[in-house]
């Protein structure tokens, strides 16, 4: 190109420029990418560009057998992968009519909600560190690999438990369980003013993550928020409450909410909850010794089971929000169809996209952690 005719075609210089956070995590659990256009310091605008993960869940599963997913559903959310496994469980025995035994179902929620524990403190730790703060990450995951040790004594795997089967579970808790479970809770209630004073008062944290991706509650709701992020806006919703499964309704809860609808908002509800989970989990320790019985009921052989036809949509809450299984069996030994309601689908991708726009880059990443989203959801 000639010199005349370059100068001819130059633009005016712009102040506008592109920036990629990810896919390696600095603001987000898993390989996830986020592109921004940014004016300054200002986000004008951000896209989700997920796909970096296995993936693949769904259609994998539909050519496996049905005890075979077993082992690909709690790998679609690793650090609250529990819900996956009942919700898929519940789908299979609602296929089946499968009456599962009282104790199996206390079981599911003692597992349940050490998982929501567990989930919710990888988080506060996470979020602190995208604000500066790394002590909060150490403790985070120093604390929760004390639930996990108790996952591996009842399940035998510290991540991936594969504990739930259709009709229950595949083993009952070892001798003195219950008492190491109720001595990790003990433990973690003495930690909760540590964690106060540390992160949830201090006001670095606080002023960092007040007014940070606020959302009202109509627009929580119209988004398909669901979890504590709805429950950040005001909305008092759970699944375990509204629409009980296993013997949540026997159970006595509640259910914290906060008003402000933005990034402290949403860790506040995730601290009132992992107390909620503690009380659960202590009602779990003081009713299981009393309930006797089988485990699980008896089902045809696994590598030849003809689930009956028809088609289900089961639910539960998991940590990240409610997330759900519809499932259509045409009566083979494979699924049909299967799909996921992931709650990170909506909070990863259409919830962040609107809330990062006009947010400082320094608080995207914060943005993204707030919202607790689990990208293999989104890739599976």
């Given at each position: ?270 601290r009132k909850e992992l107390v909620q989970s503690i009380r659960i989990a202590r009602q779990v320790i003081a009713a299981l010794p009393s309930i006797a019985g089988p485990i699980r009921c008896p089902i045809p052989n696994p590598l030849a089971w003809n689930v009956p036809a028809g088609s289900v949509y089961t639910r539960v809450e998991s940590s990240k929000g409610e997330l ?57």
């Amino acid at each position: 190109m000639r010199p005349e005719n370059y100068e001819a075609q130059r633009q005016p210089p712009s102040h506008e420029y592109e920036l990629n956070i990810g896919p390696n995590h600095p603001g987000i659990e898993g390989n996830y990418a986020f592109k921004l256009r940014l004016h300054g310091d200002r986000v004008l605008e951000g896209k989700a560009d997920a796909g970096y993960l296995h993936r693949g869940f769904e259609k994998l599963m539909e050519g496996r057998l049905w005890i075979q997913n077993l082992a690909i559903t709690p790998r679609i959310c690793v650090p609250d992968p529990v819900p996956m496994e009942v919700s898929y469980c519940l789908a299979v025995e609602e296929l089946c009519g499968l009456e599962i035994p009282e104790r199996a179902q206390w079981l599911r929620v003692l597992q349940l909600e050490l998982s929501r524990i567990a989930a919710h403190l990888f988080t506060f730790g996470g979020h602190a560190a995208t604000t500066g703060m790394y002590s909060p990450m150490f403790w985070g995951i120093a604390d929760r690999d004390l639930v996990l040790d108790l996952f591996e004594e009842l399940t035998g795997g510290r991540v991936y438990h594969i504990y739930n089967i259709p009709g229950g579970v595949r083993r009952d808790a070892p001798d003195g369980f219950l008492d190491r479970v109720r001595s990790t809770l003990d433990y973690l209630d003495s930690r909760l003013p540590d964690y106060d004073n540390l992160l949830f008062t201090n006001q670095v944290f606080v002023h960092r993550a007040k007014g940070v991706g606020t959302m009202s509650r109509e627009q929580a709701l119209e988004w398909g928020v669901t979890g504590p992020n709805l429950r950040a806006t005001g909305l008092e919703f759970d699944v375990r409450r509204d629409d009980p499964y296993l013997v949540y309704d026997d159970l006595d809860f509640d259910i914290p909410t906060e008003e402000a609808g933005d990034a402290w908002a949403r860790t506040l509800v995730r601290r009132k909850e992992l107390v909620q989970s503690i009380r659960i989990a202590r009602q779990v320790i003081a009713a299981l010794p009393s309930i006797a019985g089988p485990i699980r009921c008896p089902i045809p052989n696994p590598l030849a089971w003809n689930v009956p036809a028809g088609s289900v949509y089961t639910r539960v809450e998991s940590s990240k929000g409610e997330l759900a299984w519809y499932v259509v069996s045409n009566g083979g030994e494979r699924p049909y169809r299967t799909h996921v309601r992931g709650p990170s689908q909506m909070h990863a991708v259409q919830v962040l996209e609107k809330l990062s726009v006009g947010c400082r880059l320094e608080d995207v990443a914060q943005t993204m952690f707030s919202l607790d989203a689990c990208p293999p959801e989104v890739d599976r």
